[in-house]
Nanobody, 118 residues
Framework: QVQLVESGGGLVQAGGSLRLSCAAS????????MGWLRQVPGKEREFVAA????????DYADSVKGRFTISRDNAKNMWYLQMNSLKPEDSAVYYC???????????WGQGTQVTVSS
């Protein structure tokens, strides 16, 4: 079992930056693939970014490429989403997720709200 807790969400103006953090506890952290997804009311949860076991392979949704960066620190059992040049359409509840395979997520955090004002 893996427990995940997000932090770092909030209100920011368009063009600003936020850094989301996810703290993991439970079974061996370094065996899990990690990711970030987001959801707005009335829409399906959508993929934002993913990172592999050692942090060497990453992938991003086209809508965030060049603006968001996913990273992880296995020694601290943490991973992060640095979000720059934020746009109002980035407003959503952001979830960190972990799983045993690439982009297959079995564990989820509770979500953190990101609101970008225009």
């Amino acid at each position: 079992q893996v427990q995940l807790v997000e932090s770092g969400g909030g209100l920011v103006q368009a063009g600003g930056s936020l850094r989301l953090s996810c703290a993991a506890s439970g079974r061996t952290f370094s065996t899990s693939f990690m990711g970030w997804l987001r959801q707005v009311p009335g829409k399906e949860r959508e993929f934002v970014a993913a990172i592999d076991l050692r942090g060497l392979i990453t992938d991003y949704a086209d809508s965030v490429k060049g603006r968001f960066t996913i990273s992880r620190d296995n020694a601290k059992n943490m991973w992060y989403l640095q979000m720059n040049s934020l746009k109002p359409e980035d407003s959503a509840v952001y979830y960190c997720a972990a799983g045993p395979r690439w982009k297959y997520y079995a564990y989820w955090g509770q979500g953190t709200q990101v609101t970008v004002s225009s």
